[in-house]
């Protein structure tokens, strides 16, 4: 893996210029640009919103931002592991003429849409600043947004982890692009991004536990969301503090996740070719 990673530097100006295109491509003849790329989880979370607010009621204040707060990086990790998977199979013809380390094309895919992120979250701050400045309450920049370049650091293990994983399995099983788009949708649902997290740590706590174990984007969700807004708790329950504990077990995971999915791309991708 030392080697692979030493030769996948002796290319990164080729990584960066690939990312470069991609982040042109994407949005080529298009005026918006990227802010097509925020249209989608705002206008879902506005939808969740809403619903929550007149259907539900007892959403808590400033529920949208709640919600953004961890829909956010689940969109990072859903979107960057959608587009790797099917990136070795997309530039097949490529990867068939010349040789570059292959493990750039899914990176390629995981890289710009964590630029998208980082852009995202800035927006996100733009918008507690706006909504500061029309209701003033409690600072919009907490204290714990110092911990944000770490939840960003396992956040892009965890997806370059899985994405490396996929993007090699489904060059020859073409099953994984439809299994992947399963648990993405169904990881929405699993995870605290429309519900709050204490209400199920209150109600089933051992349930709550085991969905965090078995579910990492959970633990990051709600870890961005404590990280990034001031502590709110919901249904007359008290907020829950930062869970250290879990979130030092989704780094752990994430790391794992990365080595294996790296050792699984690097048993494949010399087979690449055989690609029929």
């Known amino acids: 893996m030392r080697e692979e990673l030493a030769r996948l530097w002796q290319y990164r100006e ?61 969109m990072f990790f859903s979107m960057s592991i959608m587009d790797a998977t099917g990136s070795i199979l997309g530039n097949i013809s490529l990867v068939k003429k010349i040789y570059f380390p292959r493990e750039i094309l899914p990176l390629t895919a995981i890289i710009s849409n964590f630029i998208h992120f980082l852009l995202a979250l800035v927006v996100f701050f733009a918008y507690l600043l706006v909504i500061y400045i029309l209701y003033p309450g409690s600072l919009p920049f907490q204290a714990t947004t110092i911990y944000l370049p770490f939840l960003l650091l396992i956040s892009f293990l965890l997806a370059a982890g899985v994405g490396l994983m996929a993007s090699a399995l489904n060059t020859f099983y073409e099953d994984v692009k439809y299994i992947v788009g399963f648990v993405m949708q169904m990881l929405l649902f699993l995870s605290p991004i429309m519900y709050f997290a204490e209400r199920m740590s209150h109600d089933t706590p051992r349930r709550y536990l085991a969905l965090n174990l078995i579910n990492p984007i959970g633990i990051l969700c709600n870890a961005y969301r404590k990280t990034l807004l001031a502590p ?18 989704a780094a752990g995971l994430s790391l794992v996740v990365f080595v294996a999915g790296y050792w699984v791309f690097n048993r494949f991708k010399w087979k690449f070719v055989e690609r029929p």
């Open 14 to 74: 080729l990584l960066y210029s690939m990312v470069n295109r991609d982040l042109k491509v994407r949005y080529k003849n298009s005026f918006l640009g990227f802010l097509w790329s925020l249209v989608n989880p705002l206008l879902t979370v506005f939808v969740i919103s809403y619903i929550f607010k007149t259907a539900v009621g007892n959403a808590g204040q400033n529920f949208s931002a709640y919600v953004l707060a961890a829909y956010l990086p689940y």
């Open 232 to 249: 709110q708790g919901a249904y007359g329950l008290p907020p829950l503090p930062i869970e250290w504990g879990l979130i030092a077990y």
